[in-house]
């Protein structure tokens, strides 16, 4: 008896989630227009991520290593650029910022497929680098667009139902992309490169729908909020300014140090793209469902941002933030035990490996990747939020840098195409078959160092909880 009281708090908490969508009436064209353009383009740009690592070797005759540099420069190139397109956005407008972003990635995404459909032309591999890496700049200002625009056709009651709207279209793209995968793969049975064809169907979709939907540009107001806006004025320093006393805080120090310690965590979403689609490849056989195996986690992301965000502040911020990173840490240790303790066959065995994995790394998202955001702010001292959540985002370019630059080096290394027995070259899955390769050397002591390594630092973080708390109710 003593839960109902806590179960109709529950519930009455899901139900005015529920209804808090109901705000997002107060919208207009624009908004819906933005969202359909955000649900189109990530549906490719996760399919396209989650395929590239393949895309460049199979299609392209990249080494794993170069592969994955490849992967490097074009990830961190638009992590960078994230931080200059929000200036390039508030000059041209959200309109054109649209539609010079979607023009130009229309475009790219021509010239990819068109190179990765010519088998004869010299230095594609090279050629297809370049387009990729030309591609981050108008990836990141579409990234800027959508949030920009959320924010600018929202209102002060529907902003937030319109952000949590934003990042649920996104997570249902991501899904629509991991399906796109295997469709193109399995099904069509045609060559990676036809991501792109889709990429440039989508590109155009998005160029019309923006066109037809998106055709005013001013802030929307509720009633009352002209008023309000009116009044506030902010005070706003010079960048030097803003710098210099952030590094006098002791806060800075905190939120560096506490990025430090999750840098594995955040490490563990760039594997899902970097390492695991040809892991999966190599150890579940050349048809691999891994469109299926990479929708787990933005599907189960949805769900998590449906049922369990309105619960989240019955939690302490900092304790989320821990024990969800431990979560998305532990997630990678079912693909560390050797496959024959599943007790099925390899291919089977891989793939309860990978959908614990993702299960594991999806709960502790919901749990840990929020949260990250609400304890900068809530450090940040007061005036400077929007520099700390900016500083907030150098985990996962550190983490998409490194990984990114070492993923070829760690699948030559533990997962290649193929391993040496006995001086002859065999696949590595006939190899793990027939246990000709030492635990050390196979894939499960890969996921085993880097959950380690995850792991590692969210004890540290346990261990200097109340100096990472020091002045925040978290």
Not at 220 to 241: C, F, I, N, Y
Request: aromatic share 10%; with cysteine; hydrophobic share 55%.
């Amino acid at each position: 008896m003593s839960q109902a009281p806590a179960s109709r708090s529950a519930g009455k908490m899901i139900g005015d989630y529920f209804r808090d969508f109901g705000v997002l009436r107060e919208t207009r064209r624009e908004f819906w227009g933005i969202q359909i353009v955000n649900l189109l383009d990530c549906t490719f740009y996760f399919a396209m991520l989650t395929i590239a690592s393949l895309f460049l070797s199979q299609d392209l005759g990249m080494s794993d290593k170069h592969a994955g540099y490849t992967i490097a420069v074009f990830t961190s190139a638009t992590t960078i650029l994230l931080t200059f397109s929000g200036m390039a956005t508030d000059w041209l407008g959200i309109r054109k910022s649209l539609r010079v972003s979607m023009g130009s990635l229309l475009v790219l995404r021509a010239s990819v497929l068109a190179v990765g459909l010519m088998p004869g032309l010299p230095h594609r591999g090279l050629i297809a680098a370049v387009l990729l890496v030309l591609m981050a700049p108008f990836m990141a200002a579409i990234q800027t667009v959508f949030q920009s625009a959320t924010q600018r056709f929202t209102n002060k009651r529907s902003r937030s139902a319109g952000f949590n709207l934003w990042y649920l279209f996104m997570n249902i793209g991501a899904a629509a992309g991991g399906a796109s995968i295997d469709i193109v793969r399995l099904q069509l049975k045609v060559a990676n490169v036809h991501i792109f064809t889709m990429g440039v169907v989508l590109a155009a979709l998005c160029w019309v729908v923006a066109e037809l939907m998106v055709r005013r540009e001013e802030q929307l107001h509720g009633t009352a909020e002209d008023a309000e806006s009116a009044a506030e004025q902010p005070v706003r320093k010079r960048p030097l300014e803003i710098a210099k006393d952030v590094v006098r805080e002791p806060a800075f120090f905190r939120l560096i140090v506490l990025i430090a310690l999750v840098l594995g965590v955040r490490a563990v979403y760039a594997y899902l793209y970097l390492l695991m689609p040809k892991y999966w490849e190599r150890t579940i056989g050349p048809d691999a469902a891994i469109g299926v195996l990479n929708m787990i986690n933005p599907i189960g992301i949805v769900v998590g941002l449906i049922l369990f965000i309105p619960l989240a502040n019955k939690f302490r911020v900092f304790n989320m933030l821990v024990y969800g990173s431990m979560i998305s840490a532990l997630a990678l240790f079912p693909m560390a035990l050797p496959w024959q303790w599943y007790g099925m066959g390899i291919a089977n065995a891989h793939y309860a490996m990978a959908a614990l994995c993702m299960i594991l790394i999806t709960i502790g998202e919901v749990l840990w990747s929020p949260k990250l955001y609400e304890y900068t702010a809530a450090i940040a001292p007061k005036g400077q939020e929007g520099t700390y959540l900016g500083l907030s985002m150098i985990p996962w370019f550190a983490a998409k840098t490194m990984v990114s630059a070492l993923s070829g080096h760690f699948l030559e290394r533990w997962s290649p195409e193929k391993v040496t027995v006995d001086g002859a070259a065999m696949p590595l899955q006939q190899a793990l078959i027939e246990n000709r390769v030492p635990y050390l050397q196979t894939p499960s002591a890969m996921w085993l160092w880097l959950g380690l390594y995850a792991l590692v630092g969210c004890f540290i973080a346990l261990l200097l909880r109340n100096w990472l708390t020091k002045g925040a109710k978290v």
